[in-house]
């Protein structure tokens, strides 16, 4: 079992920048990828970032170029480094990671891009 915390969200403006971060409550040296997902009112809930165990990372079309995922192993943690901020941006933002066949989330953290 694994408790996520995400963290860093906020009200920015267009073209600002956010670093989201999300602690796990456990080594997450183990976990075979770490996400992070965004929820917009009204909306889907949407993957923006994945980073596998190894390194390789993949992005929504909408955020490539801007978003870079990363983890930092000896806080557990994992981070969400935003950029050129769009107001389509705004929406609550999500950790998300597997063990096995149990997938755990944070309780989100809310993202808001306006001037």
């Known amino acids: 079992q694994v408790q996520l915390v995400e963290s860093g969200g906020g009200l920015v403006q267009p073209g600002g920048s956010l670093r989201l971060s999300c602690a796990a409550s456990?080594?997450?040296?183990?976990?075979?990828?770490m996400r992070w997902y965004r929820q917009a009112l009204g909306k889907q809930r949407e993957l923006v970032a994945h980073?596998?165990?190894?390194?390789?990372?993949n992005y929504a079309d909408s955020v490539k170029g801007r978003f870079t995922i990363s983890r930092d192993n000896a806080k557990n943690t994992v981070y969400l480094q935003m950029n050129s901020l769009k107001p389509e941006d705004t929406a609550v933002y999500y950790c998300?990671?597997?063990?096995?066949?149990?997938?755990?989330w944070g309780q989100g953290t809310q993202v808001t891009v306006s001037s």
């Open positions: 980073l596998s165990s190894g390194g390789s990372t």
């Open positions: 456990r080594s997450i040296v183990s976990f075979n990828a």
């Open positions: 998300n990671t597997y063990l096995g066949l149990t997938g755990y």
